[in-house]
């Protein structure tokens, strides 16, 4: 029953996800011309992983358990060492992915969200609404990592959670304009599975809390924005070497909770 749970999850938003994209993209390309722009289009996309999450939960659980996904999208009580993850953890990575290009091969970019300090609010929830983490979370982490969960370790459910994910992206790697469209897709994928795997850690560590794994998606996007090394090859590569580097570590002070089914199956949301 789970595993038909899963399969319609992906193929639904999938199905409304690359639908919605596939006019973006011919939207970006002026094939098709009227309003609004193309943008709107994107970020409509980006709401299909939540939409069929709460859509599914719905018929499968009933009003109970559609209270409980979207209330695990308020919880806001952390300890400190969930806090720094959440909020510090990809900024820090990304920092030092950042010295080390501009020190190591000397490449200089510009901070032009450091000269504006408050507009970094202003972006935060821009990202967190219309960049990816409202719209995907209660899908990829609400609904489906929950499901692998009951049937492979930590560590496999994120590598293939991750790869799923990748391939969900696929249609804005075509749109015109798209932050995608000059990223290297091998090393797009290598980013977002690590990424899944450190989303997992944090959705364990805080029990199962998709507003966490919000704040978290949305601090990583916003470190993008804020040292934009991405553009450059070896930029890339220092972001997934020192993503990598932190990766080992927290594994490595988590391997139990990383490498092991959980024993009992949880109630999903």
């Not at 899908?139 to 293939?160: C, E, M, Q």
């Not at 696929?170 to 290598?190: A, C, H, K, R, T």
């Not at 020192?242 to 089914?261: A, E, G, V, W």
Request: hydrophobic share 50%; proline share 3%; with cysteine.
């Amino acid at each position: 029953m789970k595993s038909k749970e899963l399969l319609r999850f992906f193929i639904y938003t999938f199905l409304i996800s690359w639908s919605i994209w596939g006019i973006a993209i011919l939207k970006s390309y002026s094939v098709l011309e009227f309003s609004p722009s193309y943008k709107i289009f994107i970020y409509l996309g980006s709401y299909g992983p939540s939409i069929v999450a709460i859509i599914l939960t719905a018929i499968y659980g009933g009003k109970d358990k559609v209270r409980r996904l979207l209330k695990s999208g308020l919880h806001r009580k952390y300890n400190m060492g969930s806090c720094f993850y959440m909020f510090l953890l990809m900024p820090g990575i990304l920092f030092f992915a950042y010295l080390f290009t501009n020190y190591a091969w000397d490449l200089k970019f510009e901070l032009p969200l450091f000269q504006k300090p408050l507009l970094l609010i202003v972006v935060f929830f821009y990202i967190l609404i219309l960049g990816g983490p409202l719209g995907e979370e209660f899908g990829w982490r609400g609904f489906a990592l929950n499901r692998l969960l009951d049937k492979y370790t930590p560590v496999t459910a994120s590598i293939l959670l991750g790869f799923i994910w990748t391939i969900w992206h696929i249609p804005l790697f075509f749109i015109e304009g798209s932050v995608q469209q000059d990223i290297n897709f091998v090393g797009y994928m290598i980013f977002t599975i690590i990424l899944s795997i450190l989303i997992t850690n944090l959705f364990i560590k805080t029990n199962r809390s998709v507003f966490a794994v919000i704040v978290f998606h949305t601090t990583s996007n916003l470190s993008i924005g804020l040292f934009p090394i991405f553009t450059s090859l070896k930029g890339g590569v220092s972001i997934l070497f020192f993503m990598l580097l932190f990766l080992s570590i927290i594994i490595l002070l988590n391997k139990d909770r990383m490498f092991k089914k959980r024993k009992e199956k949880l109630e999903e949301n």
